[in-house]
């Protein structure tokens, strides 16, 4: 049973466009969200986060925004550049009881030159 | 540099055999959480410490287990190693849980032959 999916596998965006990454959730008892991006050989790195009580949050070139009623966010890049061709996850919790994220499949961002 | 650290980093064993992966948390942090990403896979959660009990599992096998020492930092034991054992190994950690974010070490890939 897959709780938070990424649909979209790969995403190809041209340098200093706008990047837009999908997630949707099954879970509604899920209250908090983050987007994690990853490297090759590296470990996720956290990128940012937003609680359920939100609608928005900004951090930079980084915009997450969550529709509750749609289950559903999204993670805004805007301008894209080169550094941010990674594979970008979205992750899922619950602020009570078990710890865990719930990942996605991840959606790997190609940024053209 | 997420300040989490992972040891080995790189592992290749034999079926049927045990190995442990060791993970030191951000310094401060108390919460170790592992997660295991097979091929084609997003991250799953493993298992969750905190402050050296267990707080939460998730899909862990019965031939792995778990611990934090005194010292906060943690062992992943995997024995009876399978073919499909194979895949990156990441711990996190975070100050407490909650809407703490987890931060992620490099983590370590087993290859099992």
């Known amino acids: 049973d897959q709780q938070v999916k990424q649909n979209s596998p790969s995403l190809s965006v041209q340098e200093g466009r706008i990047s837009i990454l999908n997630c949707d959730y099954t879970n509604s008892m899920f209250d908090y969200f983050l987007w994690y991006k990853k490297y090759p050989a590296e470990g996720p790195t956290f990128l940012i986060s937003i609680s359920s009580i939100k609608d928005k949050n900004e951090d930079g070139r980084f915009t997450v925004f969550l529709n509750k009623s749609a289950k559903h966010l999204s993670l805004h890049i805007v301008p894209s550049q080169p550094g941010d061709s990674a594979v970008y996850f979205c992750?899922?919790?619950?602020?009570?009881?078990?710890?865990?994220?719930?990942f996605g499949q991840g959606t790997r961002l190609t940024i053209n030159p | 540099d997420s300040g989490v650290t992972q040891t080995p980093k790189h592992l290749i064993t034999a079926t049927g055999q045990r190995v442990t992966l060791r993970c030191s948390p951000r310094s401060g942090d108390l919460s170790v959480y592992w997660y295991q990403q097979s091929l084609d896979q997003g991250l799953q959660f493993l298992i969750h410490y905190y402050n050296g009990e267990e707080r939460a599992k998730g899909n862990i096998l019965e031939r792995f287990s778990a611990q934090q020492f005194p010292d906060l930092h943690s062992e992943l034991n995997l024995s009876s190693l399978e073919l499909g054992d194979s895949a990156l190994y990441f711990c996190?950690?975070?100050?407490?849980?909650?809407?703490?974010?987890?931060?992620f070490g490099p983590g370590t890939r087993l290859t099992v032959l």
């Open positions: 996190a950690s975070s100050l407490r849980g909650g809407d703490n974010e987890q931060f």
């Open positions: 992750a899922a919790k619950r602020l009570q009881g078990a710890q865990k994220l719930v």
